[in-house]
Nanobody, 125 residues
Framework: QVQLVESGGGLVQPGNSLTLSCAAS????????IGWFRQAPGKEREAVSC????????EYTDPVKGRFTISRDAAKNMAYLQMDNLRPEDTAVYYC??????????????????WGQGTVVTVSS
């Protein structure tokens, strides 16, 4: 059974940092591109970042560019999203997702094959 499990969310003050983790089981993440998405209350799910299976290519959407960093660890079968200088507008449920393909980095959620259940990030003073 394939599972993606996010962790690391929580309540932080503006300007602080969080690192989200995505642990995979039932699949080899090395065969998949990874995406991070988020959904704020009352809004549609939006892309945050993606990275190819070997980490050669990463992309970020404009709202997080320069503040968030996506990475992955093949040995641990995990992916991460380092979030710095957090803002209240970053408040959302964050999801990791996996897309089959070693050279795939997609910001289109419908293309992803597997999803985690999400972890809540709240940025507030």
């Amino acid at each position: 059974q394939v599972q993606l499990v996010e962790s690391g969310g929580g309540l932080v003050q503006p300007g602080n940092s969080l690192t989200l983790s995505c642990a995979a089981s039932g699949l080899l993440l090395d065969d998949y591109g990874i995406g991070w998405f988020r959904q704020a209350p009352g809004k549609e799910r939006e892309a945050v970042s993606c990275i190819t299976s070997r980490g050669a290519l990463a992309e970020y959407t404009d709202p997080v560019k320069g503040r968030f960093t996506i990475s992955r660890d093949a040995a641990k079968n995990m992916a991460y999203l380092q979030m710095d200088n957090l803002r209240p507008e970053d408040t959302a449920v964050y999801y990791c997702a996996a897309i089959l393909g070693r050279r795939v980095c997609s910001l289109t959620p419908d293309q992803y094959h597997y999803w985690g259940q999400g972890t809540v990030v709240t940025v507030s003073s």
